[in-house]
């Protein structure tokens, strides 16, 4: 049975699911208002998080040991957090991930456990794995026709691109990405104790026109250059979800938008990626935080927001500030704190731990088969 054959059968017997204004649009998980109490908590920063905060810092080996910070910065809540927290926030110490993070609750289970019988019987299931099967169960909230409508639409979107999912491939899409939007990511990490996970942006960088260049460069011209830019997210992605419980948990995106203008927005590349990737891909969004947005990048998230999901819709906060307790002082950027030493230093970091991740995810979907069940 074809896959649009299947999903028209389906589709009567889902009446809740077509309940919903988006097809691919999930309520929030946790809700914004637990993200926006404290957004960098879960991650061990100044006064929350389960594994009891405080800062993290390191020595030349990437070992973690304790110490204390210097300088403070507020947020647009009033708490108090360390810049150094913030700074060293994807730098905790390595280690093993406990097969715990890839435990799924009674719950999860069964709904990954529906979703591969409805892949089996659309002559689908050895497209995907256990894990990722389990992926888009836990993102789609047991809803069996919104899974179906994003694998249908990812797996077209892996032909179109020519997407293998190995690790070598991500590595040299995530390079290139970083090439073409040079100085744009800052930082790409997973919380090994929280297994929450977060891509921090420095918007300003960010040069839509290199994607949709119609100039020729070497063999390619403009749909190589949007190659390269799609690709690149899905890598990203993926790495920032190398287990379960990352899935679960969600993303953590931190903009910085300081300094933006229109040369770093474009609507129709803007449309292009979310059609053919944004609205299908399974992940959860747990916070946006959009820092130093001015009138040019309030316009912009305004326009993002009509396009994408009630679940980013309700996880963006705009406004969010660096503010150090010397009220004299003006807002700090964030890409200040990430760039150091130096830009060329940061790429190496991010391909580092890029690498890293998609490694973590390989073997993870390597050794996960049904069922590992939490008690």
Not at 85 to 103: A, I, N, P, Y
């Amino acid at each position: 049975m074809m896959m649009d054959d299947f999903l028209g059968q389906i589709n009567g017997n889902d009446q809740q699911q077509q309940q919903q204004p988006n097809p691919f649009g999930m309520e929030p998980f946790g809700g914004a208002e637990a993200a926006a109490a404290d957004p960098f908590g879960a991650f061990g920063f100044g006064n929350g998080g389960d594994n009891g905060g405080g800062p993290f810092l390191m020595d030349d080996d990437d070992h973690v040991f304790g110490g204390a910070v210097d300088a403070e910065f507020q947020m647009m809540d009033n708490s108090q957090h360390s810049i150094g927290d913030l700074f060293l926030s994807g730098h905790v110490s390595r280690c093993l991930q406990e097969k715990t993070s890839m435990m799924l609750s009674e719950e999860e289970l069964r709904w990954a456990r529906e979703l591969k019988g409805a892949l089996e019987a659309s002559d689908m299931a050895d497209v995907l794995t256990d894990m990722q099967i389990a992926q888009y169960a836990i993102v789609a909230d047991g809803h069996i026709l919104n899974a179906l409508q994003r694998i249908h639409a990812m797996v077209a979107f892996q032909k179109e691109y020519d997407i293998d999912d190995s690790v070598a491939q991500g590595m040299e899409c995530i390079e290139a990405l970083l090439d073409q939007q040079d100085g744009v990511f800052l930082d790409v990490d997973t919380n090994p104790q929280t297994q929450e996970s977060v891509i921090v942006v420095d918007v300003r960088a960010f040069n839509p026109k290199a994607a949709l260049s119609v100039n020729r460069t070497g063999k390619g011209g403009a749909e190589l250059h949007w190659k390269i830019l799609a690709r690149g997210y899905y890598y990203l992605y993926k790495a920032a979800q190398p287990s379960l419980a990352s899935v679960r948990h969600g993303l953590f995106l931190v903009a910085d938008c300081d300094g933006m203008g229109w040369e770093n927005f474009d609507l129709e590349s803007l449309q292009r990626i979310h059609a053919e990737l944004f609205q299908a891909y399974p992940m959860r969004w747990k916070s946006i935080m959009a820092y130093n947005t001015g009138l040019v990048a309030n316009v912009c998230w305004g326009l993002c927001k009509r396009l994408w999901s009630l679940e980013f819709r309700q996880a963006l906060e705009l406004g969010c500030q660096l503010v150090d307790t010397d009220a004299s002082k003006p807002p700090r950027r964030m890409a200040e704190m990430y760039q150091q030493p130096n830009v060329a230093a940061v790429r190496k970091k991010v391909l580092r731990r890029v690498g890293e991740l998609l490694g973590e995810r390989d073997e993870n979907e390597d050794e996960y088969d049904f069922p590992l069940v939490s008690q």
